[in-house]
């Protein structure tokens, strides 16, 4: 294919790669972008809400887990968090 070649109502390849090639690098860019900067929706369903009574961490944790992710304390009874 000559660079030359008409593609579509008078415009040529010549003219169309540059755009093509534009759209391609900002599309990567996004998806470098969407992967490192973005987070990650976490499944709240198998977990529960826990406040650690010996070094006060609190947010969420596995409903299987039995420690706090902070200090190590067991975590008790899970059942009563949404």
Same mark, same amino acid.
Request: aromatic share 14%.
């Given at each position: 294919? #000559?660079?030359?070649?008409?593609? +579509?109502?008078?415009?040529? %390849?010549?003219?169309? $790669?540059?755009?093509? $090639?534009?759209?391609?690098?900002? @599309?990567?860019?996004?998806? %470098? @972008? *969407?992967?490192? +900067?973005?987070? *990650?929706? %976490? #499944? $709240?369903?198998?977990?529960?809400? +826990?406040? !650690?009574?010996? !070094? ?5 944790? =596995? *409903?299987?887990?039995?420690? !706090?992710? *902070? ?7 899970? =059942?009563?968090?949404?």
């Amino acid at each position: 294919m #000559n660079l030359d070649t008409i593609i +579509f109502n008078g415009f040529t %390849v010549e003219q169309l $790669l540059p755009w093509l $090639l534009a759209v391609v690098v900002l @599309y990567a860019i996004f998806r %470098v @972008y *969407k992967i490192f +900067f973005t987070k *990650k929706k %976490v #499944n $709240l369903q198998h977990t529960s809400y +826990f406040v !650690c009574s010996s !070094c006060g961490w609190e947010g969420h944790i =596995s *409903k299987f887990g039995t420690r !706090c992710p *902070k200090c190590d304390a067991p975590a008790g009874d899970l =059942s009563g968090g949404s």
